[in-house]
């Protein structure tokens, strides 16, 4: 090991237990269809503000064996319609006790972390794709965001945001639960932006998750436009940055109705793109939902297929 990097290591390793020394966790009441849910109340990080984190344990957890985990954006909008703003919810648990029991999917948590809304758009923005925008189309994304109130006109925080994901909270969940800690059972899921960040943690720690599910990936970035030049500039990174098929695997999808009627065209650049890495069926799926629209209802009528597709207790 480099001597350069024993200093940094030390110093992580002592952050880490400074954070572990300050978090409380707590079982609490859902409505749920199975399992239970534990909460860390406003997770301290180093690296972004401090959040909610929903740890969902499935009915017959035992420290005795092992489990496979699945880190979720926007957790919040995961169990329990009482904790979302719209009174949907993507019925997780309800979607994971089924598999399970039916003997789909392998045993496996599901941590929710939950977004700060007034940093969503910062911190589920892919930050590196920016740099692939010519100057005068930064400034311009720039004041678009701006007028739609997003908070990437102010800031960029995808690449803090992942460094909390990576190096506070999955060592607490490590150390803490009875987890697989390799990359082929650690996953990353969301939808919209949270499709965005979820695509961009396996190309920026390809060797930490072993796929994702980006569900009604928000491809525009912003607002979106005829002449946006974000879609390009995020596959453009995509092609120089994500790791070739070996043992990752990607779950994309988009329904058709509201916000999700301007994704469809994107989908064949991204099924040539995977398929120039070496992705095939198996690793790879871009599915089309006629009639589903940009919302926790629609997430939740299919939130079965990602789950199935990351979890499948065939590639145990």
């Known amino acids: 090991m480099p001597r350069l990097l024993l200093p940094f290591l030390f110093l992580a390793l002592v952050s880490n237990r400074l954070i572990s020394q300050n978090?409380?966790?707590v079982p609490i009441e859902l409505n749920l269809a199975g399992g239970q849910v534990q909460r860390i109340q406003k997770f301290p990080s180093q690296f972004v503000s401090p959040r909610n984190v929903d740890i969902w344990l499935p009915e017959k957890y035992s420290k005795s064996q092992t489990y496979a985990v699945l880190y979720m954006h926007d957790g919040n909008m995961l169990f329990d319609p009482a904790d979302t703003w719209n009174k949907q919810e993507w019925g997780v648990d309800e979607a994971m006790v089924t598999l399970a029991s039916n003997?789909?999917?392998?045993?496996a948590i599901v941590v929710g972390i939950w977004n700060v809304p007034e940093e969503r758009h910062a911190d589920y923005f892919p930050q590196k794709?920016?740099?692939y925008l010519s100057e005068s189309d930064q400034k311009r994304v720039l004041e678009d965001a701006g007028k739609s109130n997003l908070s990437i006109a102010s800031q960029f925080s995808a690449d803090r945001y992942l460094k909390f994901l990576v190096t506070e909270l999955k060592p607490?969940?490590?150390s803490n639960y009875s987890t697989q800690t390799d990359m082929n059972n650690t996953f990353v899921a969301g939808s919209s932006m949270g499709g965005l960040i979820s695509m961009y943690a396996v190309a920026e720690y390809p060797d930490v998750f072993g796929g994702a599910a980006c569900i009604s990936t928000h491809w525009p970035g912003i607002a979106p436009s005829d002449d946006n030049p974000v879609p390009k500039a995020i596959f453009d990174y995509m092609k120089d940055n994500f790791p070739e098929a070996s043992n990752h695997k990607m779950y994309f999808?988009?329904?058709t109705e509201t916000l999700d009627a301007y994704y469809e065209k994107y989908a064949?650049?991204?099924d040539q793109l995977f398929a120039s890495?070496?992705?095939v069926k198996g690793n790879y799926v871009n599915l089309k939902f006629k009639g589903d629209a940009h919302d926790e209802n629609s997430w939740r009528s299919r939130i079965d297929q990602p789950l199935t597709f990351l979890l499948s207790k065939s590639d145990e």
Do not use: E, H, P, W
């Open 129 to 131: 794709a920016f740099d």
């Open 172 to 174: 607490f969940i490590d």
């Open 23 to 25: 978090i409380t966790v």
């Open 103 to 107: 003997n789909v999917i392998r045993d």
């Open 268 to 270: 064949s650049d991204l």
């Open 253 to 255: 999808d988009y329904g």
């Open 277 to 279: 890495k070496g992705y």
